[in-house]
């Protein structure tokens, strides 16, 4: 129940942090923004819109605003959905899969969280760059189905190795008494 309390607690302030920052970090400097007006004319919130789209369906979009503050706000973004999806696999782990006095597998949330975590992070900046394209998808999501697959695997012929090596020692100390 700890892990589970500790990485609420975790969402919580990555979620105050990105709500913070993603308020006071701007995405377009002053000098941009005077650039975009002066260079393309653009002086209404409409035009300004349509100019926003019509950059990011040609993949610039990450040219015209300061990749320092979209760093930062993508990175805590990412913290949070990270620690948001350990929080819940934590939270499922114990409610339905766990008895009361065993606790949650935490590498599995932490390494099933993370590979989520950057599978949505891939497709967003994909997205940005306009390079998100379905085999794309595809290749991901078979990806980490793989990564899954072959990472259970190892974990249930080393609970095997442990099981018959247990069982080998307690059969071994029985026939010398």
Known sequence: MKYIFLFFVLNLICFGALAVLSDRLPIFTP??????????GINSIEAFSTFFNEMKSQGLILEMVNRQNIEIVGGLAFLNLFTLLTTIHLLIDKLF???ISEAPNIGNAVRRSLLISLIVATFLV???YNMLEW??????AILFLFVEFVLYKVQLSKKNN???NEIQG????ESVI
Do not use: D, G, H, M
């Open 31 to 40: 000098e941009q923004l005077e650039l975009l007006q002066s260079n393309y």
């Open 97 to 99: 899969f766990k008895t």
């Open 126 to 128: 994909l997205r940005l």
């Open 135 to 140: 085999y794309l998808v595809l290749f991901v």
């Open 162 to 164: 442990i099981e018959t």
């Open 170 to 173: 307690i059969t071994n100390n």
